[in-house]
């Protein structure tokens, strides 16, 4: 273990009474010489502070400070994001700085905030260093350094209206979803972007054991040092269990374990009863293979199914004590969410699930009381796929896919599989296949390096869709079932826009060329609108400018009021048919259910809120009241809040604004111009008022500042001012719960 430089493992060896905590005394002298070269050669300082690394963090470290551009590739749980954060804190102390640390889904963002407070508190550097989730609504404090963890969206956002900040370093953690259709179009055209306003910056890419990491360094254009860190380095064994069931014998199941080159017996499993459904199989196999002990993942295909597998470990189980802190847990669910939410039930016996629709708050705690063993079994979707750390002693698997009727691949597979094993926790962790001969892509033993591919090589592969997309004058039905084309269709006629001398010569660009030319010459709208909205055609951009001009005699009606106004519900009602018709598609007869659900987010409404008034409005409806369940009402508002009013009507509204500013500007009503509400930063986070945002930018939940919002009257306050109101206030007087006093608590 020495050798191989796992300190984690040697850790738990003698936590565990395996080794006796003086084990090196009985080393032979070379040993011990060899245990000290090692132990120099893989350790560092930071701040004064010795740092033990293993081989492949010593490599990325030697990298960082050898090369300005870096491809690290490693299996999860080699300790990518560890030694990502000490380089990170290294930049830091160096003096003030701002970077940016990219990550692929909000679920992330909160993960390594978390992260890197901690770690800047044990180095006490609090004072020096601002860690921001919200793109910045003042301007920024030059004598500090700061921390920006964004998705590529809030990126987005940030480079707009912040290109005179100097960035010094990108991190872009799982940077192989570079893949990921439009979202994957968009990450590349951010770093190309970022790259180009700052182009000394440092670029640090993180994915999984990938065969060509050098990819990566590709779409970074600069003159720095480029070098790339591949490792197979494991700190956790992983032992791949299949699950068969023994002919005749409905209640007895085989267990194999299976390596490259052979499968072994290893015993039976004899079931307490007889599977009779799918989701059967999986709870009783789960919890007959664990005996009840912590540390149980079981991975379904969808947030109904984490549900319904939920209540049946629930019926099957025999009820225990449970700790104060899941009491306080299911106290929150039942107010923040509803109180008959099935989670609030099942936690009862230790059991929760996890989906990424989730309120924030609540998730990060499920996760952190399964970390410590108080929540035996999590049952979770394809959330764990996007990055999120929730290391376990076994997952358990049958038919995996990822969304509907999509099969996990061998990538998808040993990337949810490395999650079985906690380094420092477990030698090993156990992946249990049930039924894995009738799976439609089986488990491999042979772990297969994954092959990055960039979404926009993929576009190109398949160019003539694209380029008939555009011929067609991208219709908004096929731009949302192919989201793809419409943010591919952007992203070239930017480049396009940005230099004509320097586009591409390929023969596929050779065809795009001319068609993007007569584009061109039909677009009306400055090119910074469409460099602000990269996601829209600018086709459908143009249609809306025409739009306006049409109905330039009615113009005050078409602004947007604020979601507060007395006649909200009706304006909303209409704005989204405008943009329904113009720049989107949407489903008219869904106008003003999504009006209503935009203005009550928007206006800081909880979302138990949202969920009761939903619900009774459905039980009203004869149509529906059979149907639409509470618990498919639940998951259907976390769904639309994520899926519509955060992302798609977030970015929509955001357009039609541009587009409406610059209309208004032309034709010199600047009367007009302070009345429009600035809506996306209001529909992201779910509130529209000053002090909310600031809040929110400090590193609260959604969920603890609407519980402030009731000690608050001032609704202007800044980041600094709001700080300094939560710093003044005695926070156990205050009657919130205490996971809402330590979501407060990590910020100060």
């Known amino acids: ?31 011990k010489l060899q245990k000290i070269r090692s132990d120099f050669e893989n350790s560092i300082f930071i701040k004064d502070k010795l740092i033990f690394l293993n081989r492949f963090q010593k490599q990325v470290y030697e990298a960082h400070k050898k090369n300005e551009i870096i491809s690290i590739s490693a299996p999860t749980s080699a300790g990518k994001s560890f030694v990502l954060c000490n380089v990170l804190l290294e930049e830091l102390i160096e003096g003030n700085k701002n ?39 003042e301007e920024i404090e030059i004598n500090k350094s700061n921390v920006f963890i964004f998705t590529q969206e809030r990126l987005h956002w940030f480079l707009i209206e912040n290109k005179s900040i100097s960035l010094h370093l990108l991190i872009i953690d799982e940077a192989h979803k570079i893949e990921d259709k439009n979202r994957g179009i968009l990450l590349q055209q951010k770093l190309e972007e970022t790259v180009r306003y700052n182009p000394k910056i440092k670029v640090y890419f993180s994915s999984p054991y990938t065969s060509n990491p050098e990819i990566l360094l590709e779409n970074v254009l600069s003159d720095g040092k480029k070098n790339i860190v591949n490792t197979q380095f494991l700190a956790v064994n992983q032992n791949l269990i299949y699950a068969t069931q023994i002919p005749r014998k409905l209640k007895e199941w085989q267990l194999t374990i299976c390596t490259t080159d052979k499968t072994l017996p290893i015993g039976k499993l004899i079931l307490e009863h007889i599977p009779s459904t799918e989701l059967h199989k999986i709870v009783l196999l789960s919890e ?42 299911i106290t929150l669910v039942k107010e923040a969410i509803h109180p008959n939410y099935a989670l609030a039930t099942v936690l009862q016996k230790g059991i929760a699930f ?25 049952v979770c979707t394809s959330t764990l796929l996007e990055g999120v750390n929730l290391p376990a002693k ?41 039924e894995p001969d009738s799976w439609k892509i089986e488990p491999n033993p042979n772990k297969s390096k994954q092959i990055i591919k960039r979404a926009l090589n993929i576009v190109e592969e398949n160019g003539e869709e694209l380029l008939n997309f555009i011929s067609d004058k991208a219709p908004r039905k096929d731009a949302n079932s192919r989201q793809d084309l419409e943010v591919a269709f952007g992203y070239y006629y930017i480049k396009y826009i940005l230099n004509k001398e320097t586009f591409p010569q390929t023969s596929f660009h050779e065809k795009l060329l001319p068609k993007l030319q007569y584009i061109s010459s039909t677009i009306e709208l400055p090119s910074y609108i469409i460099k602000r909205n990269p996601g829209i055609s600018p086709i459908a951009q143009q249609s809306l400018l025409d739009y306006f001009k049409s109905n330039i005699d009615r113009i005050e009606e078409v602004i947007p009021v604020y979601p507060n106004d007395v006649n909200a519900l009706e304006e909303y009602t209409r704005l989204i048919g405008r943009i329904g018709k113009t720049i989107s598609e949407y489903p008219k007869q869904l106008n003003q259910s999504r009006a209503l659900l935009v203005i009550n987010w928007m206006t800081g409404k909880p979302l138990s809120y949202l969920i009761k008034k939903s619900y009774e409005s459905y039980q009203k409806n004869p149509k529906y009241n059979k149907t639409k369940t509470l618990p498919v009402v639940i998951r259907e508002v ?111």
């Open 1 to 31: 273990m020495d050798n191989l430089t796992n300190k984690l493992a040697i850790k738990m060896a003698i936590h565990k009474e395996y080794l006796n905590s003086n084990y090196e005394e009985n080393y032979p002298i070379t040993f």
């Open 99 to 137: 970077i940016i640390y990219l990550v692929p889904t909000r679920a992330l963002i909160s993960q390594v905030e978390l992260d890197l407070r901690s770690l800047i508190k044990a180095n006490q550097l609090e004072e020096n260093i601002n860690i921001s989730t919200v793109p910045p609504q």
């Open 288 to 329: 007959r293979f664990s005996d009840q002990d912590s540390g149980n993942l079981i991975y379904c295909n969808g947030a109904a199914d984490a549900e319904k597998i939920s209540l049946l470990l629930f019926d099957l189980l025999e009820q225990s004590s449970i700790s104060s802190e899941i009491t306080e847990l």
């Open 354 to 378: 996890h989906y990424g629709n989730m309120p924030l708050l609540i998730r990060q705690e499920i996760e952190r009381l399964f970390s410590n063993g108080n929540i035996k079994y999590l």
């Open 394 to 434: 076994s997952i358990f698997m049958k038919k995996p896919t990822r969304g509907k009727n999509n099969p996990l691949n061998e990538n998808d597979f040993w990337n949810l599989a490395g999650r079985a094993g906690r380094w420092g926790k477990e030698f090993s962790g156990n992946i249990i296949c049930i």
């Open 638 to 748: 976390m769904d639309n809040i994520e899926k519509f009013v955060r992302f798609k009507f977030a970015k929509d509204s955001s357009c039609y604004i541009d587009i409406l500013r610059y209309f208004l500007e032309i034709n010199k009503r600047y009367d007009l111009l302070e009345n429009i509400p600035q809506l996306n930063l209001w529909l992201e986070f779910g509130v529209s008022q000053k002090t909310h945002l600031s809040l929110l930018s400090l590193g609260l939940s959604r969920n603890t500042v609407i519980v402030l919002t009731d000690y608050i009257v001032n609704t202007q306050m800044s980041k600094n001012e709001s700080l300094d109101w939560i710093k003044r206030q005695d926070l156990d007087q205050l009657d919130i719960s205490s996971i809402i006093i330590e979501d407060i608590k990590k910020i100060l």
